[in-house]
């Protein structure tokens, strides 16, 4: 069973800066690539970030310059630096890892990041 388990959200001022992270484990098949979503109350799920093991980045337009997604030398966690966060980046995130060999993504619980002063 494959499980995501994520880290690091929380409360913070415009300007501030987050670290996520996320974990995946229960597979012994390879991860093709990870990512960061986000969801924000009345809004429909977004991609955020997102990295292949092979190391490209596909970063959504709002958040290019902000933030950084990299991927750990296992290849199986995938962190998200966030700085000069602003209000309209509140929403949960969710993590992702999409396994190339099952043709099927898994999906994290979800952490809430709230920016407000």
């Known amino acids: 069973q494959v499980q995501l388990v994520e880290s690091g959200g929380g409360l913070v001022q415009p300007g501030g800066s987050l670290r996520l992270s996320c974990a995946a484990s229960?597979?012994?098949?390879?991860?093709?690539?990870m990512g960061w979503y986000r969801q924000a109350p009345g809004k429909q799920r977004e991609l955020v970030a997102a990295i292949t093991t092979g190391g490209s980045t596909n970063y959504a337009d709002s958040v290019k310059g902000r933030f950084t997604i990299s991927i750990g030398n296992a290849k199986n966690t995938v962190s998200l630096q966030m700085n000069s966060l602003k209000p309209e980046d509140t929403a949960v995130y969710y993590c992702?890892?999409?396994?190339?060999?099952?043709?099927?993504?898994?999906w994290g619980q979800g952490t809430q990041v709230t920016v407000s002063s």
């Open positions: 229960g597979s012994l098949f390879s991860i093709h690539t």
């Open positions: 992702n890892a999409y396994y190339g060999s099952l043709s099927r993504d898994y």
